[in-house]
């Protein structure tokens, strides 16, 4: 069950597509609406930051809270929801500044399964770390960033669930960690204790999640080797949401000075050797082919940005990327080998947000 502090409604939205992202404050800006135990006592100052704008919680001179902080989202989606493993999330950070407070504790992190029923807490599958996460001093800006193995399908080292699929173990590791709905951190002075009340005068910066610009699955894995000695491999970077339009594709280990071009369907498939090729052919059905270039290969490497906006699909052309598609892409590359001259890099399968 989703702990009683999370008070405000989630948006009634799909996830959106967590990337890089460090949250500021600056200007008054918060995305995720984070909110330190009591909202009642928090700012948003312009100065003593790390640096600059920073989230305060300061009730010092009001009713005193306990020896435990929450930091947590009222609002998702936002940059910190979505699928982690497709979206290649690596770590969740923060900054905190302990101006007066409880000194010392035990760091614990949530990732946040709302079982597509954000106003029912009661389905919510909880995925918890607690790191060895030295406590922060006093006074003074202190980092931390909690490590997420989001590519593992099971359940990594210092990881707990919690909620009604804590009894489904790696299974419900596997399915929470590809829909992460919200984010929480608590800092916990005196777990031994239920609640000895404290003052605080707490600060937050620059919460942060990290992930890989790698965008899809490889897949028709190994390709076949080439002229070079290695098989030609593909990858993307870039955002998976359709409407940002950023994808960047790169073909690396290719013969230098070489005529190369992407391909790609909504269908994956395997041809062996077509056309006298040496490698084998990983789309099939309508085939768009993109920016054929003689002497692209520079140095190994081929890349070309596309147009989702304008994917040259055949009969019609022109298409355009919706969220929810799935397009496997390919270099085709010529390649002078014995009996062959061309081949083709392993696939890339893709699916927009």
Do not use: K
Request: charged share 10%; hydrophobic share 35%.
């Amino acid at each position: 069950m989703r702990p009683s502090w999370i008070l405000a409604c989630a948006l009634l939205s799909a996830p959106a597509a967590a990337q890089s992202f460090t949250e500021t404050f600056d200007s008054g800006s918060n995305a995720g609406d984070w909110e330190v135990w009591w909202s009642n006592y928090n700012t948003i100052e312009s100065t003593g930051g790390n640096p600059d704008w920073y989230l305060r919680l300061d009730n010092t001179s009001g009713s005193a809270t306990c020896h435990f902080l929450r930091i947590f989202m009222n609002t998702w989606p936002s940059a910190y929801s979505g699928n982690y493993r497709t979206l290649g999330v690596t770590s969740i950070g923060l900054d905190v500044n302990v101006v007066q407070g409880a000194y010392g504790g035990v760091w614990t992190m949530t990732l946040g399964d709302d079982a597509g029923t954000p106003l029912d807490d009661s389905d919510d599958c909880l995925l918890v770390y607690t790191g060895a996460q030295p406590p922060p001093g006093a006074p003074g800006w202190t980092s931390y960033d909690f490590p997420i193995d989001a590519q593992s399908t099971t359940l990594p080292n210092g990881w707990t669930i919690e909620g009604p699929c804590a009894s489904q173990g790696n299974a419900a590791w596997d399915a929470a960690i590809q829909s992460v709905d919200y984010v929480a951190f608590r800092l916990d002075t005196n777990p031994a204790v239920f609640c000895s009340f404290t003052n605080w005068d707490f600060g937050v910066d620059n919460i942060r999640i990290e992930a890989n610009d790698d965008v899809g699955t490889s897949y028709c894995n190994p390709a076949v080797a080439n002229s070079t000695g290695s098989p030609g491999a593909i990858s993307g970077t870039g955002s998976l949401v359709a409407a940002d339009n950023d994808l960047l594709l790169t073909a690396s280990d290719l013969p230098d000075g070489q005529f190369a071009y992407f391909i790609a369907s909504q269908t994956q498939g395997f041809v062996a050797n077509p056309a006298g090729s040496q490698g084998n052919l990983c789309v099939v059905g309508s085939i768009a082919r993109f920016n054929a270039e003689v002497g692209a290969v520079v140095n190994g490497e081929y890349s070309t940005e596309i147009d989702l906006t304008d994917v040259p699909l055949p009969p019609a052309f022109g298409y355009v990327v919706m969220p929810g598609d799935s397009w496997s892409f390919q270099c085709w590359y010529r390649d002078q080998n014995p009996g062959a001259t061309s081949n083709f890099t392993n696939g890339l399968q893709i699916l927009f947000q």
